[in-house]
């Protein structure tokens, strides 16, 4: 079916054009891995519950903040391919008018993916001792893979909609700071009360909890899960339906 | 003859907040098979306009055009499987050679043989020995060539050209009109805008100067040069002199 085919042209062709980026590529996975070092084994150390714990306790949200930064460079290549003939040629050929959107959404989530797995690597090496049984470890990743998606159509919506390359870059790395304010690098309690309120309702803090839980193998809450669920998933919906919009309406010249 | 491309009374607005902006006043033109239309303009004039609406990317306001007898709004996907576009801004992968550039648009239309036609576009362009080096390290002649040998793979049977040759050397230039000669012999239909008048010249059999979203005369070139003959100077002016008189700053 022309709609497949097209789409695997578009991957392969995002595909390579990553992977011969490797700046790009190397920096999504060495920025995390830098900053679970500086956390975990400069910073950890004066935390209450000690160096080895504060590891555990820092993995879910430098998950998300690795997540979040290796959707940059979709961003920042569908703002470039706008504003170059790229996207004019592929909107004027006979071809399935999806395929350049989802092309790229796979790929990225492919890159994440790798960076992921890469930063859960890396994180053990550092001293990372998470106790989640197999189940335990495929909720983690069907969340994580969920927040990927969302994640990547909305990196793809933001480079559709802002002027220059440079703006798709600051929004989304502004994104990436969010996991900051979360419970993931304090308990909540811990932290001013406007923060914490603000830190309570963001859509990072029930991911990462429910994924630390998993992860140490403890009980998870299930309001955590589905509140995760219902915000990645409304994410990715309006994202892409946006995102979609935008590419078929508002590009027209 | 029939004719492949009919843009009757096309208008469009920019809207913006300070107001609209009507670029195209009521635009009419047909183009035969084969043939080779130029749409001559200065910078603004609406050029790139025209081309995005007849090439499925902007609507029209108002008045219509088709190709090869398919409305452009109404049966875009047919419009889509007849036409080709190079425009304005080069539309290659800075990071994939020019082969894997070429490859992607034949897997994209299904083109059979497409290895031998990539190397066969390859070879009708130059770029051989650049053929595995990423199109980042092309000069930006090279970038253009590549740019249309992609839109000349598949072999649509009407190509838009938007401003084609420009960063072309004049080698370069000459050779990109024989293969649009040849392009159009073998009953290929050619629409290209340009700056350069010895281009309209050279190539079309057609040609409509755009001024300020309206043509002001439209006709062969020799047709065109006809009607300022027997002026003052007693002598069949250059296209130069049509188009200088005709937006009246002569
Ligand atoms: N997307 C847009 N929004 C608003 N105004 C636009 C848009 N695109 C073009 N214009 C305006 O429409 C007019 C015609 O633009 P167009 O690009 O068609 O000119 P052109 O003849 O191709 O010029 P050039 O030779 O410089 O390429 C210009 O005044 C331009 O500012
Ligand atoms: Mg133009």
Redesign the interface.
């Known amino acids: 079916m022309r709609f497949f085919s097209d789409t695997y042209v578009m991957f392969k062709r995002n595909i390579k054009i990553g992977f011969r980026n490797p700046d790009a590529f190397g920096m999504a996975i060495v920025a995390p891995f830098i900053m679970i070092m500086l956390f975990g084994l400069v910073l950890g150390g004066a935390m209450e519950m000690g160096r080895a714990n504060y590891v555990n306790f820092i993995v879910p949200s430098i998950m998300m903040i690795s997540i979040v930064q290796s959707t940059i460079f979709v961003g920042i290549s569908i703002n470039r391919e706008k504003k170059a003939g790229i996207v004019d040629r592929f909107r004027s050929m006979p071809i399935a008018q999806s395929s350049f959107l989802l092309g790229h959404v796979c790929a990225s989530v492919f890159r994440s993916v790798i960076v992921v797995v890469a930063v859960t690597v890396g994180a053990f090496i550092i001293g990372f001792r998470p106790e989640a049984s197999f189940t335990q470890w495929l909720a983690i990743a069907g969340i994580f893979l969920l927040v990927t998606v969302a994640a990547t159509w909305l990196a793809v919506f933001v480079g559709l909609v802002v002027k220059s390359e440079e703006s798709a870059s600051s929004s989304l790395t502004m994104i990436s700071l969010l996991p900051y304010l979360s419970s993931g690098f304090a308990p909540i309690e811990t932290l001013p009360r406007w923060l914490a309120l603000f830190a309570e309702h963001q859509p990072f803090t029930p991911v990462i909890d429910s994924a630390r839980a998993l992860m140490m193998g403890s009980p998870v809450s299930n309001s955590d899960l589905i509140l995760s669920v219902v915000w990645w998933t409304g994410i990715a919906v309006v994202a892409c339906i946006a995102a979609v919009k935008m590419y078929g309406h508002k590009l027209a010249k | 003859m029939k004719s492949m491309i009919s843009v009757k009374d096309l208008h469009k607005y920019y809207r913006s907040r300070k107001g609209d902006h009507h670029v195209l006043k009521g635009v009419s033109f047909e183009v035969a098979k084969g043939g080779i239309f130029c749409l001559l303009g200065s910078n603004g004039a609406g050029k790139t306009?025209a081309v995005?609406?007849l090439?499925?990317?902007?609507?029209p306001d108002r008045g219509s055009a088709s190709i090869n007898g398919c409305d452009v709004v109404k049966y875009s996907?047919r419009v889509?499987?007849s036409?080709?576009?190079?425009?304005?801004?080069?539309?290659?992968?800075e990071?994939?050679t020019g082969r894997?550039n070429l490859q992607?648009?034949a897997?994209?239309?299904r083109v059979e043989n497409s290895k031998a036609e990539t190397v066969r576009l390859l070879q009708a362009f130059r770029l051989e020995d650049a053929a595995d080096k990423?199109v980042s390290d092309y000069s930006g002649g090279m970038r253009r060539r590549l740019?249309i040998a992609?839109?000349l793979m598949g072999n649509s049977p009407v190509i838009f050209l938007d401003e084609p040759t420009t960063g072309l050397d004049p080698q370069n230039r000459i050779a990109m009109w024989e293969l649009i000669r040849t392009m159009a012999n073998d009953g290929v239909t050619i629409f290209l805008t340009t700056q350069y008048l010895e281009e309209a010249e050279q190539l079309a059999n057609q040609v409509a100067i755009l001024h300020e979203g309206v043509i002001i005369a439209q006709g062969s070139p020799e047709e065109l040069k006809q009607d300022l003959y027997c002026e003052e100077t007693d002598s069949l002016p250059t296209l130069e002199d049509v188009f200088l008189t005709h937006i009246g700053e002569k």
């Open positions: 306009t995005n609406i090439t499925t990317l902007g609507k996907d889509r499987e036409i080709s576009l190079t425009g304005q801004y080069a539309a290659t992968d990071l994939l894997e992607m648009i897997d994209l239309r990423p740019d992609m839109t």
